[in-house]
């Protein structure tokens, strides 16, 4: 990975290479400019190692030193602590507050929509998984308008969260209507950062049209 500080880190990823939290932790280890060695699995083909370190064998899952951490949430929080600048999340704690509310409230409404979509591509719930993702987008596109990004006039880990599904959308066969300019713009702006593009595997750069 590409980046200003480019520090090296003793840690290891174990990464999905198409999966969403995957995604979603490479690009703040990108954002971080944290040179990590990134282990890119096939969902399906889970390496015997990983089994030995992570008891339920998910992807992504982070290894530093003896500390093993399998839920994106809670890595993508560490990462940020761990290597505090360029900082992911804002220094007033009602600030940060915000925040974690507001990447909560994703959670449910926007993130596992988008993974439960991608878990059932070609299977007979994928319209309605669709449909479901397609809706919640729909009732937060205004939101777009208000700031440069994600809530706030700077890039946060909110927008290291929304970046890769957004980035899925034509994967997802999700088409953004005219009246979503401010969220293409914002897509655009996510997109074009280098940290990004950095942090793309082959299979997701192939995803976006």
Not at 117 to 144: H, I, V, Y
Not at 164 to 176: E, G, K, S, T, V
Request: net charge negative; glycine share 2%; with cysteine.
């Amino acid at each position: 990975m590409t980046s200003v500080a480019n520090r090296r880190s003793m840690m290891n990823l174990y990464s999905g290479n198409i999966c969403i939290r995957s995604h979603q932790v490479r690009f703040v280890l990108s954002e971080k400019g944290i040179v990590t060695q990134i282990n890119n699995f096939d969902g399906n083909k889970i390496p015997e190692d990983l089994i030995a370190l992570n008891p339920f064998a998910t992807l992504p899952t982070l290894v530093d030193r003896e500390l093993v951490l399998y839920d994106s949430r809670v890595i993508i929080e560490y990462i940020d602590e761990r290597y505090p600048y360029p900082p992911l999340l804002p220094v007033s704690p009602v600030d940060r507050a915000k925040i974690r509310l507001a990447l909560a409230s994703l959670e449910v409404d926007i993130v596992q929509p988008a993974v439960d979509l991608d878990q059932s591509m070609g299977a007979r719930t994928e319209n309605s998984q669709r449909k479901k993702l397609r809706s919640a987008l729909n009732a937060t596109s205004d939101l777009f308008s208000v700031n440069k990004y994600f809530l706030s006039e700077d890039f946060t880990i909110i927008d290291c969260v929304l970046g890769p599904i957004l980035w899925r959308l034509d994967y997802f066969n999700i088409n953004l209507k005219n009246d979503h300019k401010h969220m293409q713009d914002y897509m655009k702006r996510v997109f074009d950062r280098e940290a990004f593009q950095d942090s793309l595997t082959e299979d997701e750069d192939e995803m976006h049209l």
